[in-house]
């Protein structure tokens, strides 16, 4: 992991950190009970783990400034997303997490990329999304953009959407070309709406009590590092959905 070599090196082997999916960290810490993925911010919160990657739309349940970032067409390009989210509008946002928590993030990831809308028929224009019910993500800001539109708004998570189609929950959904093959959403879906409408971004974040225990210069070097695992990952990223497509 660049993130857990980075800081291994800038501190010269005195800080060690453990990179784990959620299924190992279940297994090792948790005795292989399953941990709900959303409740890691507040295990976060809590102390109970230091560090995590967690969805934007959940850290704006914890300051509404992250709700901005769910604005449709917001960013004219990753170049133009890159500038706002490593720049001082995404490292204010970033840094004010501590205001209303004992979470800080570090640094903005992608989680898929640009959202596009999948469906069972072809979708020529905002018109065909008045009256259908339409999967959004888990934030108000995707629910009232979708409302203005005339859709009935159907709130679940990116992983569900497969069976939400599969059991004719939704006519129309938000996803992401990384997750569109990668969770079958192909099988129950026969069209694909390239709109880029929104990005489905990821925070790196680290409980505040753990960042207020390093030195000026650790957390220095601990921000550096999460921007070059940030910028690496979005990279990785905007790759898997070229594969994809």
């Given at each position: 992991?660049?993130?857990?070599q980075?800081?291994?090196?800038?501190?010269?082997?005195?800080?060690?950190?453990?990179?784990?999916?959620?299924d190992?960290y279940?297994?090792?810490?948790?005795?292989?009970?399953?941990?709900?993925?959303y409740?890691?911010?507040?295990?976060?919160n809590?102390?109970?783990?230091?560090?995590?990657?967690?969805y934007?739309?959940?850290?704006?349940?914890?300051?509404?400034?992250f709700r901005?970032?769910?604005?449709?067409?917001?960013?004219?390009?990753?170049?133009?997303a890159?500038?706002?989210?490593?720049?001082?509008i995404?490292?204010t946002?970033?840094s004010d997490?501590?205001?209303?928590?004992?979470i800080?993030g570090l640094?903005?990831?992608?989680?898929?990329?640009?959202?596009?809308m999948?469906?069972?028929?072809?979708l020529?224009?905002?018109?065909?999304?008045?009256?259908?019910?339409?999967?959004?993500?888990?934030t108000?800001?995707?629910?009232?953009?979708?409302?203005?539109?005339?859709?009935?708004?159907v709130?679940?998570g990116?992983h569900?959407?497969a069976?939400?189609f599969?059991?004719?929950l939704?006519?129309?959904?938000?996803?992401?070309w990384?997750?569109y093959f990668?969770?079958?959403v192909?099988?129950?879906?026969?069209?694909?709406?390239n709109?880029?409408?929104?990005?489905f971004?990821?925070?790196?974040?680290?409980?505040?009590?753990?960042?207020?225990?390093?030195?000026?210069?650790?957390?220095?070097m601990?921000?550096?590092?999460?921007?070059?695992?940030?910028?690496?990952?979005?990279?990785?990223?905007?790759?898997?959905?070229?594969?994809?497509?």
């Open positions: 992991n660049i993130f857990a980075h800081v291994h090196e800038y501190s010269q082997g005195q800080i060690e950190i453990e990179i784990l999916g959620l190992q279940e297994q090792k810490y948790n005795h292989g009970e399953p941990i709900d993925k409740a890691v911010m507040d295990m976060v809590d102390g109970v783990i230091d560090m995590s990657q967690m934007t739309t959940q850290l704006g349940k914890i300051n509404k400034d901005v970032l769910d604005l449709p067409f917001l960013f004219e390009s990753h170049e133009h890159a500038r706002v989210l490593d720049g001082e995404g490292q946002i970033l997490l501590a205001k209303t928590s004992n800080r640094s903005f990831t992608y989680s898929g990329g640009y959202r596009m999948v469906s069972n028929q072809p020529l224009g905002v018109d065909d999304i008045a009256g259908k019910r339409v999967r959004v993500g888990l108000p800001v995707a629910e009232d953009t979708f409302s203005l539109l005339g859709g009935k708004t709130s679940m990116v569900a959407v069976d939400a599969r059991q004719d939704v006519d129309i959904g938000e996803n992401t990384a997750r990668r969770q079958g192909n099988k129950y879906t026969t069209h694909v709406s709109t880029k409408h929104s990005l971004l990821t925070t790196v974040i680290i409980n505040e009590k753990i960042w207020n225990s390093f030195s000026l210069d650790t957390q220095m601990m921000r550096e590092a999460a921007l070059t695992a940030a910028v690496s990952e979005r990279a990785e990223s905007l790759e898997d959905t070229r594969l994809a497509m």
